[in-house]
């Protein structure tokens, strides 16, 4: 699993662009800039929708304050779905970058895959949120339980910084 002072891996994901979906270089979105990227089991499933995007909903504009250049939410979803959830949890609004993992790329290289099959999760995202600066890693929290928000939130990162 990746860790604090490690370099951010390379990964192309996802987002809705105009033309429809379009490649986006994660290491290009980072270099030279603050950015906190969270990461969620799934679009549109319970804690993801009520309370992780919101949470970073509520902070954006602090989050900014303390000089974080982007808020970047990674899901193992089609840019499609995540394009419909930035619109349907308000996060698109509030300026949040969604981003789309659909092969699990960029979660599988940071070490951060789970299954949890009961609920028809395969090859999600833990739950996480981390600060990189200049493409390293200076903070990251990841939640024990996949079903808890309390530790990746952008509350919990606000503090942090």
Known sequence: MISVGDTLPGATLLAMGAE???PVELQDKVKGRK?????????FTPTCHS????????????????GVDEVICVSVNDPFVMDAW????GASEAGITLLAD???EFTRAV?????APVVGLM??????AMVVED???????????PGACDVSAGEAILEAL
Do not use: C, W
Not at 51 to 66: G, I
Not at 111 to 115: A, L, S
């Open 20 to 22: 429809g979906p379009a």
């Open 35 to 43: 950015v906190v990227i969270f990461a969620v089991p799934g679009a």
């Open 51 to 66: 309370a992780h995007v919101p949470s970073f909903v509520r902070t954006k504009s602090d989050l900014e304050a303390k």
């Open 86 to 89: 930035g619109d349907a949890s």
């Open 102 to 104: 659909p092969q699990s």
């Open 111 to 115: 070490g951060m895959q789970f299954d």
């Open 123 to 128: 090859g999600r995202s833990k739950r996480y």
């Open 135 to 145: 493409g390293k890693v200076t903070h990251l929290n990841v939640e024990d339980d």
